[in-house]
Structure formats: C-alpha cells, structure tokens
C-alpha cells in the first residue's frame, strides 16, 4: 500500500482508525477507514500478495515493472530483489536527474519611509 502524506494525517485524526490485535487483517482494515472516510482507492496489479514463485510463469515477466512482492516465507528476498527489482533501480540510478523547476517565493515587502 501507499498512502500519501495527508491520508495519514487523516486517519490519525479521526482517532478511530487502529487494529484490534496484532493479528488483524490490517489492509482490510484500512481499505474499511478509507471507504467510510470517502477516500478513495486504486488498485496496481504491480503489487504482488505473494512470492513471485506463486504465479505463473510468463505472468511477472510480461508486467511493465513489479513494485514489491510481500511474502518473503522460503524465498531468499535478496534472489527475489535481484531477478525482480534490482535492474530496474540501477537503470534509474543511471539516468541524469531531471531538472527541477525553480521555486518562485513571492514575499510581500513594505518599505516605510
């Protein structure tokens, strides 16, 4: 999941948004806050429930990029990083930074005489 900076905000302030236990299910959990408080949720198939040994076999390869994998039980999660993800960070650690634009402060001077 990601949630921007101001979701947070706003399920911190509701003050009902918390998990019961340890062991409850708290992506559901959230999914149930964030529909109550009108926010809405997009799916990305390139989030992945499971080890990448769990899906087909042309399945992964044919996906633009994964994002992460989550299960990480009888896998070596640094072999998963490295045939999965490890390319794609090289290749944008390579390409040249993009321009930034110039923040434009406007301050509001008053000269008195």
Partial sequence: MVLSQKT????LDTK???CPSDESPDDMLLGTW???LD???IHSPLFHQARPDDYAGD?????????????HWMVDPYKV?????????????????KPRKP?????DVH???
């Fill in 8 to 11: 947070v905000s706003v399920l």
């Fill in 34 to 36: 964030l529909k109550r």
């Fill in 103 to 107: 923040k434009i402060i406007i301050e």
């Fill in 59 to 71: 399945y992964l390869g044919h996906q633009e990029e994964p994002i992460s994998f989550h299960k």
């Fill in 39 to 41: 926010i809405p949720i």
């Fill in 81 to 97: 990083y490295n045939q999965w993800l490890k390319e794609k960070d090289i290749a944008k650690e390579n390409q040249p930074e």
């Fill in 111 to 113: 000269d008195e005489l």
């Fill in 16 to 18: 009902t948004a918390y």
